[in-house]
């Protein structure tokens, strides 16, 4: 009894911390969450203008190619930068209530989710607009965003950690972040890549959940064994490995602070 008690306790604390993340991210903002709709909408138009012409023969509807991956890769972006200071930025809430500190992380990666589900509507609008074939693919896309969630919260653990002890690894994260994207095949083929960097890029855990989403929501086909094997072993693999980098430096990050 206790036990659940606590455990409504805790969502009800990740349920606060979530919204008070999702006011302070659009507290200046006259739009608020309707940037949520809004920001990938433009970043498709702008891309699209760009690189359409480029793509036309090798990449079919494009829009929706570049908006599928880009979706993905804002929301891992979104939840692994914010965790990553999340302790840190609520220092003096972690000194007066006894909360694990898990539960800061988690409400940083809901956060980035829920902004997910909202440009999700945005995504919808354009799957009518482009006339794309409803499929029951489709029905596997949260197979993949609950892939791609674990792997969030698993980096989430470890950049935590990292920033703690490191005040430079937001800096040096920027700088992979940079070179992650590149090699996710966002806005470009991947089959016109040839010798390591393709087998770096295929090799890609986002860029299989990227791929993945594409097959099941554009195309109506399912993703490869190997795809699904990526997914999860990099998903449970990461997810794990944040829990256990967490858990043996919980200690020591209270000292640090």
Known sequence: MAESRGRKQYLFVIGQLTERELKRKYARSYLGIFWSVLNPLLSMAVLSLIFS???RRSIE????????????WQTFTGATNGAMTALVDNKALLMKV???MEIFLLSRVYTSFINLGYSFLAYLIM?????LRLSWTMLLTPLILG???????????ILAVAYVFFGDMKHLYSVM???WMYCSAIFYPVEQLEGVI?????NNPLFAMIDGARKVMMYGTLPSLLQWAQILIWSAGLYFAGVF???KNRNLLMQKI
Request: proline share 4%; hydrophobic share 60%.
């Open 53 to 55: 012409r480029m793509f």
């Open 61 to 72: 509807n494009y829009p929706i190619y570049y908006l599928t991956g880009f979706l993905i």
């Open 98 to 100: 006894k909360v694990p």
């Open 127 to 131: 799957l009518f607009v482009f006339r």
């Open 147 to 157: 892939g791609l969630f674990l792997f969030s919260l698993g980096m989430a653990q």
């Open 177 to 179: 972040l940079t070179l």
């Open 198 to 202: 393709r087998i770096v890029v295929l």
């Open 245 to 247: 980098v967490f858990r």
